[in-house]
């Protein structure tokens, strides 16, 4: 069964740095990409950006790109979306998603839980 | 950035009611257009790919249609379960892009 758990929600303070994770289980990582979400509170859902764990390639939209940071992990199967320096405006729920294949233009057909980062 | 547009933004239906949700793209995304659904408080989940192909695990009351600029998603005899929102997202395009969602209530 394919899983993916996302952890890291909390409250932060502006300018702090943050990493939040989405651990995936029952397919092989390597082989699917992998991407984020943004939701702000009573919004819409906003295309962050993807990545593909075998060689960490990554498509960034030019909203968020400089913005924020996607990485994998193999070794864990762990996908990451980190912020050097948080701003207010970051508060939203982050969604992590898996893409039906591997190539790079597909739809998100397994999706994490959703975590709530809060910035104040 | 391609805009996709739904409409309505907001609909009144009835449980065992057809309705149709319609989604409009900027520039021609070919077949590449996935509907998902999202409940209050709930990660979204995939509905259906490629404009018409139903997403394993989602009730066949759901049919989705179109290509190039032009999609629509009908849900067949209304359930109670389905009265949430809507959201259409092309897939052919960087930077992929959503629609601003439909939500469906109960009339």
């Known amino acids: 069964e394919v899983q993916l758990v996302q952890s890291g929600a909390g409250v932060n303070k502006p300018g702090e740095s943050l990493t939040i994770s989405c651990r995936t289980s029952g397919y092989t990582f390597t082989s699917y990409w992998i991407g984020w979400v943004r939701q702000m509170p009573g919004k819409g859902l906003e295309w962050m950006g993807i990545i593909y764990p075998y060689n960490s390639k990554t498509k960034y939209s030019p909203s968020f790109e400089g913005q924020v940071t996607i990485s994998a992990d193999q070794y864990t199967n762990t996908a990451y979306l980190r912020w050097s320096s948080l701003r207010a405006s970051d508060t939203s729920f982050y969604y992590c998603a898996r893409q039906a294949s591997s190539s790079p233009w597909d739809y998100f057909d397994y999706w994490g839980q959703g975590i709530l980062v809060t910035v104040s | 950035d391609i805009l996709m547009t739904q409409s309505p933004s907001s609909l009144s239906a009835s449980v065992g009611d057809r309705v149709t949700i319609t989604c409009r793209s900027s520039q021609d995304i070919t077949y590449k257009l996935a509907w998902l659904q999202q409940r209050p408080g709930k990660a979204p989940k995939s509905l259906i790919y490629a404009a018409s192909y139903l997403q394993s695990g989602a009730p066949s009351r759901f049919s989705g249609a179109g290509s190039g600029t032009e999609f629509t998603l009908t849900i067949h005899s209304l359930q109670p379960e389905d009265f949430v929102t809507y959201y259409c997202?092309?897939?052919?395009?960087?930077?992929?892009?959503f629609g601003q969602g439909t939500k469906l209530e109960i009339k």
């Open positions: 997202q092309q897939y052919n395009t960087y930077p992929y892009t």
